[in-house]
């Protein structure tokens, strides 16, 4: 063979070649032309022997030269071309597998329970007015629970209160005001105030009671506090959390630990305080939230008792002080409209989702 020769062969099978291994549409018909142009009996392998035979030195290296380029090219072609097919098979499975045309799946967001969003709301008006936080434990000495708030063993006001007994000293708190004596033993200096949120528990239950539920307690006691103090603070929480138009009105009641004790209501936000029309409209056209009367009781409140200071180890001759407990389930059921208080435990998230 000559030179001429030589390269004639060799373009027109590399062209042949690159055709071959470009029409190949799997990975095995690929293989196929692989071995037939490149392999041990292809035409490179072929045309590789014939170079040595060549007559001149400079032929053999002018050969050796086209040799090895159409080699790499044709090595390049297939990584090329099987590069191509590989991906076209990752694409095709995919496609059996995936289904982009479907509508995603939302991802689930988390947030805050209702009664956290309420108590949040709580602590942030009273944080605003200097109200620093406290807390207490939720399985309490009596002592705390009732002797230091005035109620000694066999006194009938322990009745207004139905109790888990853990044994004949402890208790599941009540209510938070045991933590108004454990501030007051713990801060010893006036001013006092402070604001503890936390699990209460009493043998209750209906779909306004529940027999673990929240409370708020608002403790303020100074030299000179005074109930006009009280209605004040009173004013600006409601006027905060229910919107400001809303008044309060104090009605004389009894809690041991406070003298005078008030039950504090609130101006009725559905119908505007005058019974009639608003939101809660019953069939008779009178308002349902407040049964008419314009007023919504929201929390126990008074004067803190002279006895329970010094049980606080403070001296009621120098020292007054106001105190409030409120109900966040009562408030988050009357900001919300929600019917039974069992919703707020059950974790449905139909529920939990519409806040
Ligand atoms: N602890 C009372 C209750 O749970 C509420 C209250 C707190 C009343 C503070 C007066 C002062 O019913």
Redesign the pocket.
């Known amino acids: 063979m000559t030179l001429a020769e030589i390269e004639q062969i060799l373009q027109r099978s590399v062209d042949q070649a690159l055709s071959a291994l470009g029409a190949a549409t799997t990975a095995d018909e690929l293989e196929h032309s692989r071995v037939h142009y490149l392999g041990q009996k292809g035409f490179l392998t072929q045309a590789k022997k014939s170079v040595g035979q060549l007559a001149t030195v400079d032929d053999k290296k002018q050969a050796g030269k086209l040799v090895n380029e159409a080699d790499a090219r044709l090595r390049k072609a297939y990584d090329d071309h099987k590069e191509r097919i590989e991906a076209a098979l990752r694409e095709a499975e995919l496609a059996e597998r995936w289904d982009v045309t479907l509508p995603g799946r939302r991802s689930l967001r988390g947030k805050r329970h209702p009664l956290t969003m309420t108590a949040d709301d709580i602590l942030d008006v009273l944080g605003s007015l200097g109200f620093m936080r406290a807390e207490g434990p939720e399985i309490e000495h009596d002592w705390y629970n009732f002797e230091a708030l005035n109620m000694p063993r066999e006194h009938p006001a322990r009745d ?2 139905d109790t888990f007994y853990i044994d004949d000293d402890v208790v599941l708190r ?4 045991p933590v ?1 004596v454990r501030a007051m033993l713990a801060l010893a200096r006036p001013p006092i105030r402070v604001a503890c949120y936390g699990r ?1 528990y009493r043998n209750d239950h209906d779909i306004t009671h529940s027999p673990m539920f929240h ?1 708020v ?3 303020y006691v100074d030299e000179t506090v005074t109930f006009g103090d009280l209605k004040g603070t009173l004013q600006v929480f409601v006027e905060r959390i229910f919107g400001a138009r809303s008044k309060v009105r104090l009605r004389p009641s009894f ?1 041991p ?2 003298e005078p ?1 008030v039950e504090v209501d609130l101006s009725c936000f559905s119908c505007g305080g005058s019974g009639s029309g608003g939101a809660a409209l019953g069939d008779d056209g009178r308002c349902r939230l407040c049964k008419a009367t314009g007023w919504i009781e929201i ?4 004067m803190v008792d002279p006895e329970v200071l010094r049980f606080g180890g403070l001296d009621p001759d120098k020292l007054t002080g106001f ?3 409120i ?1 966040v389930e009562r408030v988050a059921m009357l900001r919300w409209g929600v019917p039974d208080i069992r919703l707020f435990f059950e974790n449905d998230r139909r529920f939990l989702q519409q806040f």
């Not at 009540?174 to 005001?177: A, E, L, W, Y």
């Open positions: 207004m209160q009540t209510h938070t005001s108004q209460v409370q307690e608002g403790l809690f630990f406070t004790s929390m126990g409140a008074g105190a409030f407990g109900g």
